[in-house]
């Protein structure tokens, strides 16, 4: 993929579509360059060339912030590691322990058919709800989110003048790691979900960006999450909507 820039100061530097083994990466510059998600092993070739093309060295990286502990949105920190020793992983304690282990249905690696090669905790940097941490040439807030997985986070901070959340697979993401529990564990992990949406839906941000939405949708106005909330959990697809629905809210809101 090539990078996209979203602003002056953000851009899209991974992204599949159609999904095949990472999510999207976004990085903010400024004193302290800071990804948002890395992608998996597979998708760091491209990234790598992102970076190359906005003329941001991996070595030259602060920090790495994990929406959460999936295989396709973290997996690629190894390799980044290779080019940038030592660059830290910010993830909520709630999945550091599947990464640490290398679960592959607490990573999702199942799904991709992959191993999970498991990060070590010296490596990671723990996060909780309302941390406040520097990127950039700003400051991101912590939202911690439960829902499609245990220490699944939003990011809220005001990029070039706008108010941004960073949602991963928070908004638009699928039940992955529940795949054969019975009914009432779905009904169960939903409510959570539900509830973590409701909260976001309440935070005071104008656009958002996904993990897996194409480059053309992006950023998203807050209106489209507001017109989805209702449809949330219908017939075990945790983002079933109408076709009419669907469509009416494909906006796209730009910086």
Not at 13 to 37: F, M
Request: with cysteine; aromatic share 8%.
């Amino acid at each position: 993929s090539e990078p996209v820039q979203l602003s002056p100061h953000l851009y899209l530097v991974l992204s599949e579509y159609p999904h095949r083994s990472s999510a999207n990466a976004y990085l903010i510059t400024g004193k302290q360059p800071t990804l948002i998600d890395c992608g998996s092993a597979d998708g760091f070739p491209a990234l790598a060339r992102s970076l190359t093309q906005i003329g941001i060295d991996a070595a030259a990286l602060d920090q790495v912030i994990a929406t959460h502990g999936h295989y396709d949105h973290i997996q690629g920190i190894h390799a980044l590691r290779s080019q940038r020793p030592g660059l830290p992983l910010l993830i909520h304690e709630q999945d550091r322990p599947g990464i640490q282990d290398g679960n592959p249905y607490i990573t999702a690696a199942v799904v991709y058919g992959r191993d999970f090669e498991p990060i070590p905790p010296e490596d990671c940097v723990p996060l909780v709800n309302g941390q406040q941490i520097a990127a950039g040439d700003g400051v991101l807030t912590v939202h911690h989110t439960p829902g499609h997985t245990d220490g699944s986070i939003c990011l809220a901070g005001n990029i070039d003048g706008v108010d941004i959340l960073f949602t991963g697979d928070t908004i638009f993401g699928a039940m992955s790691s529940l795949v054969g529990a019975d009914v009432p564990i779905w009904t169960r992990a939903i409510e959570v979900w539900r509830q973590s949406l409701i909260r976001v839906a309440a935070l005071p941000f104008d656009v958002f960006v996904p993990g897996h939405e194409p480059f053309w949708d992006l950023p998203i106005p807050k209106q489209r999450l507001t017109r989805a909330i209702p449809y949330f959990g219908r017939m075990l697809n945790p983002w079933f909507s109408l076709d009419e629905e669907e469509s009416a809210a494909r906006e796209t809101t730009h910086f």
